[in-house]
């Protein structure tokens, strides 16, 4: 009798014991889960030397955010936890190269995500824009070169845009996920006095 006794409070012990474990590799688990890293970097202007101060820096992708550089040109996101981030940056009367920049938060702190402006002299500014369809839609990276470098990802509906391109340049825009192929595998885009719409791609295993 006491021999069954003392089973079931083991077992109680046990069962106790287990339960405790759980929680704390719960707890461990979500701590883990909720460590932020910073992505940071800079803008100068091109040829000078110099760096742009107050130049706005959009954070798009895992999460929405925006910074402006300060006096040093210099500009940090914290709090930003692993995923996919595009970083566009924007200031009246100038280009960037890269137009925009793709970057992947995993486990560390991202640094030296830096940027050129150059100024336009009053030259209008344009965009490139698409969809891709197929297979496969969204996280797919498109690459700009030519006339200005940049990435991007697709949204959910699988359009993406490279802004602040300057008139009379060729540019190159290409698709890119592992597992997939692209038709066409790139496209050349003249800008012409005008925004080019319907640069698109589609997408097969």
Sequence with gaps: MHRKKRKRIFIRFLFCLLSVMMLITAGCTTEED??????????????????????????????????????DGNFSFSSAANGTYTLIPSFSGYTFDPVSTVVVVSGANITDINFVATSTGGWDT???SGTVTGEVQTDVKLTLSGGASGTVMTNSDGTYTFDN????????????????????????????????????????L
Aim: charged share 15%; net charge negative; hydrophobic share 30%.
């Design 34 to 71: 909720d460590t932020t890293y910073t992505i940071s970097g800079a803008v100068s202007i091109d040829g000078t030397g110099d760096v742009l101060a107050n130049a706005t820096i959009s954070l798009t992708g895992a999460a929405n955010s925006s910074a402006t550089t300060d006096s």
């Design 126 to 128: 344009y965009s490139i």
């Design 165 to 204: 391109l300057i008139d009379g340049y060729i540019y190159t825009v290409t698709p890119s996920r592992s597992g997939y192929t692209f038709d066409p595998e790139y496209r050349e885009v003249t800008i012409s006095g005008a925004n080019a719409a319907n640069i698109d791609f589609t997408s097969s």
